[in-house]
């Protein structure tokens, strides 16, 4: 055999080996980062188990009774569990209905700040929109306190100071409008960073199709209507499907910290529920068993909101 | 271009209808900040409204003064800087790495990080497996679990993938590892993502709440955000501290420390870096979302 030859048959082995070497290095760079991820992510599935046993903090789990399914049925099962599900799905649905009635309100937001030519008074508004979404519903809730707070808040004071009330009225512990307050915090908070994905959107509709509505004579009204209306319509189904998605996950520091005895009737969503339940209540076992009947809805709403989306778009989501 | 049309009846509205949804956004903040550089005797009896009144500043020289709070400035400070850098520096090199065909089971392990994003195992169990992990009490907490972050890995693996692969190959060529890649070529063409990731990541450590609600029972762990929320919610913690300020300065009524004033500064306390790095940042977290939007 020529040396030549010898060459040319190991060349490829050797890169293959360097090839097999190299796989298992990529991996290796990784593989701290995947522990990581099992441990808080995959982990605390384990904690299922928990909803099958009568447990109680400070009683380890082996010494727990198994009881099957026994918190899953104790959600239906008497007339005062299952008028409290309701209330608390009813809080949950309302919510999240009242948010997505709500998110057309940046698209109309985005739209009324495209059609301003003045680009100062446009770069002022939408820095100053987009700053609540950066504060923490801690902040949000420090600044409803200082605002309609029944002990010295803005509103308060203002209308007592103009003489159109006589006693301060306790806006934050009041039972009346909870859905549609939270609601309105939501789109305080969130109006001005929604509107963003919006205005990129329509920036990127093409100018040619102004001039030709223009050329048309069609109004400024008609314009938004037949050319911007359309031209972002895609991004706005987008943006619903995963509201979809995201129906029963409210989320739980907004009623969290907005929470008190007084509206805890109509703010206590899902996940709310869950934390009162499981922290305040100690019923470890019952808040596990509606956190996974939670997230099976939720998987199933996930895969609707995907299925949806492939049927319309021909695109899915995840 | 055709010269623009006149200001229109429309523009009028336009402009006060913007105008009316911007007051509404800032003006809390103005309100708040108002409130604590004014004097207190009239902020706590709520003349404070629309401007400040006879400006002074021992609000924020008082407020330090709080058992505490710089202590939880600290810890707030701690973990959004250790905190930021490692979900970078992780999420940098996770990104990248995951762009690379030849790595062992790269789609699978991909998806397996991919997919926490959409579910999650509720409160109990999340509380628990962090009690048995020894996370109660622990510093740790605040950064470990934020280490793996899928969303962030999707935003670096799609900016990767659209930066030029011959730099990464002639390198390759030159015998460099991957690691030397990582840090030498791909890491400077991939900072304006690897910004907005700090940007992302710093609001959300700054601004986390519940963590320290469910994990910490020990003072010297509480951050900025769950002592304010006591503040707000408990009346008896504030009046302790005005106690003991009051007590010990003797100071006249329009500096004494009231609940307002201290409910009104710490909360500035805490917005104040966000309104500091906001003009920094805005330029980027548009982009960021715009990439985020493209899913992974």
């Known amino acids: 055999m020529s040396a030549s030859l010898t060459e040319a048959s190991n060349a490829p082995r050797k890169k293959e080996r360097f090839q097999i070497k190299n796989k298992y290095k990529l991996f290796l760079m990784a593989f701290p980062f995947l522990v990581l991820g099992f441990i808080f992510s995959y982990l605390p599935l384990f904690g299922w188990v928990y909803a099958f046993y009568d447990f109680r903090p400070g009683i380890p789990l082996s010494k727990s009774e198994f009881i ?24 949950t649905f309302a919510i999240s209905s009242l948010g997505i009635l709500t998110s057309v309100l940046p698209v109309i937001f985005a739209i009324l700040l495209t059609e301003v030519r003045n680009s100062k008074f446009k770069r002022m508004v939408q820095t100053l929109t987009t700053l609540p979404n950066f504060i923490s519903w801690v902040l949000v809730y420090s600044f409803a306190f200082m605002l309609f707070s029944v002990d010295n808040g803005f509103l308060n004071n203002l209308l007592m100071s103009l003489g159109l009330i006589d006693t301060p009225t306790n806006i934050l512990a009041s039972s009346n409008n909870t859905w549609l307050a939270m609601t ?78 007084m509206n805890m009737a109509n703010i206590e969503v899902l996940d709310l529920y869950v934390y009162n339940v499981g922290f305040t209540g100690s019923n470890f076992g019952f808040a596990t068993a509606v956190s996974i009947m939670k997230s099976i809805v939720s998987l199933f709403l996930l895969f609707l909101a995907n299925g949806l989306s492939k049927a319309v778009r021909g695109e899915t989501i995840i | 271009m055709a010269i623009r049309e006149k200001f229109s009846l429309f523009d009028v509205i336009n402009y006060i209808v913007l105008t009316l949804i911007t007051v509404a956004c800032f003006f809390p903040f103005y309100y708040l900040f108002i409130n604590t550089i004014s004097n207190n005797d009239l902020s706590s009896k709520g003349l404070v409204m629309f401007y400040p009144k006879d400006i002074q500043f021992s609000n924020y020289v008082h ?7 710089v202590q939880a400035a600290v810890v707030s400070v701690g973990r959004t800087v250790i905190g930021t850098l490692v979900t970078v520096a992780a999420s940098g090199l996770l990104g990248f790495l995951f762009t690379k065909q030849e790595m062992w089971g790269r789609r699978f392990w991909y998806r397996f990080l991919v997919v926490t994003m959409y579910f999650n195992a509720g409160l109990i169990p999340w509380y628990l497996i962090m009690r048995d992990l020894g996370m109660i009490n622990n510093f740790m907490a605040y950064i470990l679990p934020a280490i793996v ?83 707000l919610n408990e009346a008896t913690s504030v009046a302790e501290i005005m106690k003991q300020s009051g007590g010990a300065m003797r100071v006249d009524a329009s500096m004494m420390p009231t609940a307002t004033s201290i409910r009104t500064t710490v909360t500035m306390i805490v917005v104040i870096p966000i309104l500091m790095v906001y003009p920094f940042f805005q330029r980027f977290f548009v982009k960021g979302i715009m990439i985020g939007a493209v899913k992974g």
């Open chain 1, 68 to 91: 099957g399914f026994h918190w899953f049925t104790a959600m239906f099962s008497n007339e005062v569990q299952r008028d409290e599900m309701i209330r608390v799905l009813r809080n």
């Open chain 2, 63 to 69: 407020v330090f003064k709080i058992p505490g709070l």
């Open chain 2, 149 to 231: 972050s899928p969303f962030f890995i999707i935003l670096v693996k799609t900016y990767v993938e659209s930066t030029p692969i011959a730099l990464q190959e002639s390198a390759q060529m030159d015998g460099a590892g991957y690691f030397t890649i990582f840090l030498k070529i791909v890491m400077p063409l991939i900072t304006p993502i690897l910004a907005t990731i700090a940007i992302f990541s710093a609001v959300g450590q700054w601004n986390q709440f519940y963590d320290t609600l469910f994990l910490m029972t020990d003072q010297k762990l509480f951050s900025l955000q769950f002592i304010l929320w006591r503040y």
């Open chain 1, 184 to 261: 309105l915090w939501g789109v305080w908070k969130g109006l001005g960073w929604g509107a963003i994905m919006y205005i990129a959107a329509i920036t990127g509709i093409d100018p040619e199709l102004y001039e030709a509505a223009k050329v048309d004579g069609a109004s400024r009204f008609h314009q938004i209507w037949h050319v911007t209306v359309p031209g972002i319509i895609p991004t706005f189904f987008v943006l619903l499907i995963l509201s979809i998605a995201n129906f029963i996950n409210n989320g739980m520091e907004q009623y969290f910290v907005f929470a008190n005895a």
